[in-house]
């Protein structure tokens, strides 16, 4: 094999190690990719994960036993994740956000990549020692949140729909009350087994109608809810749910007669 300089190997270990979160790495696959010796890839992770912890990009972590070896965990440190979530509050808050009803107007940053990734990442930092097995999310305004969330987790996302789908199989389906209207949710029943951990994760949290939903139908499957986030919530709904459901920004008042909303940080975000 071609001799592999150190900073070359560096550079495409970080990129194999940021790449797949929250994933197990042998120090052997390592080895047998670069050439190196055992020691060798060890002085090398140690270079990384000194490098990570000092410009706060994440958490390089060992794993003992047989089956062993390094993940990266890319942990956001509290402080970070507050400044990030003020920062969008500031953005949602300019005027023409608020739309007819008092309704708050989210689609563009739902759909920036940037700004949704590091959501999910400030999401998945709360939720890493929880180890769930999948996130739970409910169509469609959720799903970009829940995805994101996911794979800093590293775990599949599972989309509870409005109606089954016949290519998905047999499905799971419950009616729960959202504001003033029984509704309808449906999952396959593929797609989560007794037992499993699940993270809810959905865009808005109004009257709680549909977090709840999400919550009896993980009862339906047998599955333990480890957690329940929202990208926002309305400040009467965090109130009702404080403690049982993490908002990323709490919606305290929104006028649509001049089109101006006023948002904050989660009260859990606070270092």
């Given at each position: 094999m071609e001799h592999i300089?150190?900073?070359e190997r560096l550079a495409a270990m970080t990129r194999m190690l940021t790449e797949t979160p929250n994933r197990s790495h042998a120090l052997a696959a390592f080895c047998d990719a670069f050439g190196a010796a055992k020691s060798t890839v060890s002085e090398d992770l140690d270079i990384i994960r000194t490098a990570l912890d000092r410009?706060?990009?994440?958490?390089?972590?060992?794993?003992?036993?047989?089956?062993?070896?390094?993940?990266?965990?890319?942990v956001m440190p509290r402080a970070e994740g507050y400044a990030a979530v003020l920062s969008?509050?500031?953005?949602?808050?300019?005027?023409?956000?608020?739309?007819?009803?008092?309704?708050?107007?989210?689609?563009?940053?739902?759909?920036d990549p940037a700004v949704i990734g590091q959501m999910g990442r400030v999401l998945a930092s709360e939720y890493f020692d929880a180890e769930p097995d999948f996130v739970l999310t409910m169509e469609t305004q959720?799903?970009?949140?829940?995805?994101?969330?996911?794979?800093?987790?590293?775990?599949?996302?599972?989309?509870?729909r409005r109606s089954s789908k016949a290519y998905e199989g047999p499905a799971v389906h419950i009616s729960y009350l959202a504001g003033h209207q029984f509704k309808t949710m449906s999952l396959s029943r593929r797609l989560v087994k007794p037992g499993q951990r699940a993270l809810l994760v959905d865009d808005v949290?109004?009257?709680?109608?549909?977090?709840?939903?999400?919550?009896?139908?993980?009862?339906?499957?047998?599955?333990?809810?480890?957690?329940?986030?929202?990208?926002?919530?309305?400040?009467?709904?965090?109130?009702?749910?404080?403690?049982?459901?993490?908002?990323?920004?709490?919606?305290?008042?929104?006028?649509?007669q001049s089109g101006r909303a006023k948002l904050r940080p989660g009260d859990w975000l606070k270092v």
């Open positions: 300089r150190r900073n410009f706060s990009l994440g958490r390089l972590e060992t794993l003992p036993g047989a089956s062993g070896g390094v993940r990266y965990r890319p969008l509050c500031e953005r949602l808050s300019e005027p023409g956000r608020v739309l007819p009803g008092g309704l708050l107007y989210l689609a563009d940053l739902i759909a959720g799903i970009p949140l829940a995805m994101m969330t996911a794979n800093a987790l590293s775990v599949p996302v599972v989309i509870a949290l109004r009257s709680g109608g549909t977090a709840g939903g999400m919550m009896d139908l993980m009862r339906e499957f047998s599955a333990e809810v480890v957690g329940t986030a929202m990208l926002v919530g309305t400040e009467e709904a965090c109130l009702r749910y404080a403690g049982a459901i993490k908002p990323l920004m709490v919606l305290e008042e929104a006028d649509a």
